[in-house]
């Protein structure tokens, strides 16, 4: 294919980002009939390149896989019974729980790539970067950096968690949504800043499997917002039962470690 050989390659088409919207753009056009590539700079934990982008990586797919497994775990322990059900002895086995979320990811990802090759599509590993319209800078996970030039170029390079002053992430103690999803035993008290769609996951996730704390700063008075003032009731009311503490209108101001936890200072509406 094109785009191998020589410093330059040339491209109906270059899409930057292979998420489910990058992936998606690629497939179909090059189903249309344009030469078409698809650069991502996702790398798994091994190192290896990885389609689907945050979604499929350390997004909606492993969060939805976990929850999965959390429900299901607190259906044996809290409600089986109540079906004339009798469990003895359940544990929970965190790594093989986890193994199975990596296992899907890779799976989904794996099939993305198979959809690339069959619809003819090149994947190239690595970083790009606009220069220019129709000039893209590629610099590839191995081998030199060179430039593409293509008639159009679409950008779907997707977000990444912000930073934030009062609770920078050290990978260990503090953690972003992605270290969330990956965690190695199950945390007695965790503090989530932000309950909306991501924060609400994590909390449930861990609660389910056995954290003895849970609770979810948010800086909106609103929970969920952008949902029906019914559903929104509703929901709220779910997850407090399900142990979740819920604090509106406050904002976290500063983290600090204190002998191996994180003490964390925070205001409610501004006092």
């Given amino acids: 294919m094109a785009g191998r050989k020589g410093e330059t390659g040339r491209y ?28 991502d700079d ?11 982008g945050t979604c499929l990586n350390a997004g909606c797919i492993p969060s939805k896989a976990l929850l999965e497994s959390s429900e299901l775990y607190q259906a044996v322990r809290n409600e089986f019974a109540d079906h004339g059900i009798r469990v003895r002895g359940v544990s929970l086995d965190l790594a093989t729980l986890q193994a199975r979320k990596t296992s899907i990811v890779e799976t989904l ?27 893209v800078a590629l610099t590839p996970h191995k081998g030199k950096a060179r430039t593409l030039e293509a008639g159009h170029v679409i950008l779907a390079t997707g977000s990444r968690p912000i930073s934030l002053d009062s609770a920078p ?48 700063f948010e800086a909106q008075t609103e929970f969920l917002p952008m949902v029906d003032a019914s559903v ?25 470690r204190v002998r191996g936890k994180v003490e964390v200072t925070w205001q409610h509406n501004g006092d």
């Fill in 12 to 39: 109906d088409v270059v899409v930057i980002g292979a998420g489910p919207a990058g992936y998606v753009a690629a497939i179909r056009c090059a189903q249309l009939g344009m030469k078409t590539a698809c650069i």
């Fill in 42 to 52: 996702w790398r798994d934990e091994a190192g290896k390149p990885r389609l689907g």
């Fill in 109 to 135: 990802t794996d099939g993305i790539a198979t959809l690339f090759q069959a619809n003819g599509v090149e994947w190239l590993p690595g970083r790009g970067r606009l220069l220019e319209a129709g000039r």
């Fill in 169 to 216: 992430v050290d990978g260990e103690l503090i953690l972003d949504s992605s270290g969330a999803l990956a965690l190695d035993t199950v945390p007695k008290r965790v503090a989530i800043i932000g309950a909306g769609v991501i924060g609400l996951e994590l909390g449930s996730v861990w609660k389910r499997l056995g954290a003895e704390q849970m609770i979810l």
């Fill in 232 to 256: 929104r009731r509703v929901a709220l009311r779910e997850f407090e039962r399900q142990g979740l503490d819920i604090r509106l209108g406050t904002r976290v101001t500063a983290t600090r």
